[in-house]
């Protein structure tokens, strides 16, 4: 299950008069300033505009679009609310993303297509929003199943139509296959999943040594053993900004840590995690970019203690450039009791 153009759907929802238009997420929601778009409305898609594009460019292409501010503590909310939906259709859940979950359903007696039906109109009932959904023998399937139709699709893929339904996409479409691969593979001539799955393993073993080789002949055919991830517990938490200008004023670095710490604090003290490692980012104006950590010496969700480890790792930098970017992770969790 794949929620559609979620952020977007999100704002849309508790602000009618947007729906229809082209509504572009990102950054401040600031398309004359820094950052990029987090997600179009589906109407916005038209004019070409996509998720990571700068905003300065969305602007170009669809200067009327509504532009918007990421509220990710809404999104958040609402994904929670979906998350906690799809577990009463069954208990085995993989929760991937912010708007995304792979559901186990082997072993609830009644049709895929039924389930899937239910879990759309519940989410509609519960959320005022759509969602695109993919049944599949196992998950790379199903993933590239959910995307075939959007918005609001329902698509059933069988072991028998991966040579019609799979073969004839685009390599990009297999989970693992990023743009770099991709890009590798075309310079070889390989384009489609067909292309790929015609070639023979020992190529694959050499190219791509056996662990990956094996994986992309395996996902060629539509083959994937890998079980759902359930017990899933988030390994960091961060946030970041891209300055308007560049700044180079240890003052102002320090006032955006001390913030941008408070905001992930707050993030891993509503989930109810402590920390055991803090992580300031810099990239400087030559987009040179560079990390500083501290470990604490337990286990803490403690803003004071966090925000002194953050500050060390702050003063540990050397500011000869102008900074352009500022972040603060928190890693190595712990669950409370
Ligand atoms: P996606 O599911 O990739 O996109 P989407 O839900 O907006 O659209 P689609 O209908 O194609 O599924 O990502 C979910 C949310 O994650 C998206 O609404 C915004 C956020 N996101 C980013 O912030 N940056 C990104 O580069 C991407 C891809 C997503
Ligand atoms: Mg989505």
Redesign the pocket.
């Known amino acids: 299950m794949?929620?559609?153009?979620?952020?977007?759907?999100v704002e849309q929802k508790r602000r009618p008069e947007l729906i229809g238009k082209p509504v572009v997420?990102?950054g401040s929601g600031d398309p004359t300033q820094r950052g990029?778009?987090?997600?179009?409305s589906?109407e916005a898609r038209k004019f070409g505009i996509h998720?990571?594009m700068p905003l300065r460019t969305a602007y170009k292409l669809c200067p009327y679009a509504i532009f918007l501010p990421?509220d990710f503590r809404e999104?958040s909310r609402v994904s929670e609310k979906i998350k906690s939906l799809l577990g009463e259709f069954s208990p085995v859940m993989e929760d991937v993303?912010?708007?995304?979950a792979f559901l186990d359903i082997t072993d609830v007696h009644k049709p895929s297509e039924e389930i899937s039906k239910e879990i759309k109109k519940r989410i509609w009932e519960e959320t005022g929003l759509t969602c695109?959904i993919g049944i599949a023998p196992n998950k790379l399937l199903a993933k590239i199943a959910s995307?075939m139709q959007?918005?609001n699709g329902l698509t059933i893929i069988t072991e028998a139509d991966v040579e019609a339904r799979i073969w004839p996409l685009p390599v990009r479409k297999l989970w693992g296959v990023g743009p770099k691969t991709e890009a590798y593979l075309k310079s070889i001539g390989i384009m489609t999943i067909a292309q790929l799955a015609a070639t023979p393993i020992d190529e694959l073993h050499r190219r791509f040594g056996k662990s990956y080789g094996h994986y992309l002949y395996e996902a060629s055919r539509g083959i994937d053993e890998s079980p759902l991830v359930t017990h899933w517990e988030p390994k960091s938490t961060s946030r970041e900004v891209t300055f308007q200008s560049d700044i180079n004023n240890w003052q102002e670095l320090a006032r955006n840590v001390a913030e941008l710490t408070r905001e992930v604090v707050d993030d891993i003290r509503s989930r109810k995690y402590r920390c055991r490692t803090v992580t300031v980012k810099m990239r400087f104006n030559d987009f040179k970019t560079l990390t500083r950590a501290k470990t604490l010496p337990g286990y803490s969700d403690s803003p004071e203690e966090i925000r002194k480890a953050a500050f060390d790792c702050l003063n540990r930098f050397e500011i000869k450039k102008k900074v352009r970017l500022l972040g603060v992770r928190l890693s190595g969790f712990e669950r409370e009791n």
């Open positions: 794949d929620m559609d153009a979620f952020f977007a759907a997420i990102g990029v778009v987090s997600t179009a589906y998720s990571a990421v999104y993303g912010i708007d995304e695109s995307d959007k918005p």
